[in-house]
């Protein structure tokens, strides 16, 4: 059936790792973590390419890229989104733990995903998740609150993960 949907399932490796990201970025997390601990109007500089929204997936999507190539373009720009807020956080902040175990989730969905190489996904995705690593100074930046950066995430992640998990 999800063949015939066009839609590659999930390893159950990232199934998992996706729920424990889920329950992780629960609203209450995300208002406490990100809002309520961060001063009025912060925001974080990421690049324009690092705010991936549910808009961009359906368009990347009727651009017939395949859904194992949006996961992995999802888990590269959340992970690069999840480093731009560690940057700004002291240890002692009180967000910081939280966003640790955010990394510690993904770098484990890295290792689900190190299997795959560039080459392996559409030429528009792999010149994305370049761009993004590539963090030259002649990048656009935008200002982004954090909190806006996870509900993104989320908001993708069940886009991406709802059916095949």
């Not at 809002?35 to 324009?48: L, S």
């Not at 888990?75 to 700004?88: L, P």
């Not at 995705?125 to 200002?143: F, P, T």
Request: charge should be positive; glycine fraction near 4%.
């Amino acid at each position: 059936v999800l063949a015939v949907l066009g839609l590659e399932a999930a390893a159950p490796g990232e199934c998992e790792l996706t729920r424990l990201l889920q329950d992780k970025l629960q609203y209450e997390m995300r208002l406490q973590y990100m809002k309520h601990y961060f001063p009025i109007d912060y925001t974080v500089p990421v690049q324009y390419e690092e705010v991936l929204r549910p808009s961009n997936i359906s368009r990347l999507r009727n651009g017939t890229v395949s859904e194992m190539a949006l996961r992995y373009l999802w888990f590269h720009i959340n992970s690069q989104a999840m480093m731009r807020i560690r940057e700004v956080l002291p240890e002692k902040h009180p967000s910081w733990k939280y966003t640790q175990e955010l990394c510690q989730l993904f770098d484990a969905l890295g290792k689900e995903y190190s299997k795959y190489q560039q080459t392996d996904v559409e030429t528009v995705v792999a010149d994305l998740v370049k761009q993004v690593h590539s963090a030259g100074v002649e990048s656009r930046r935008k200002a982004v609150r954090p909190k806006a950066l996870l509900d993104n995430c989320l908001k993708v992640m069940r886009m991406l993960y709802g059916v095949p998990c």
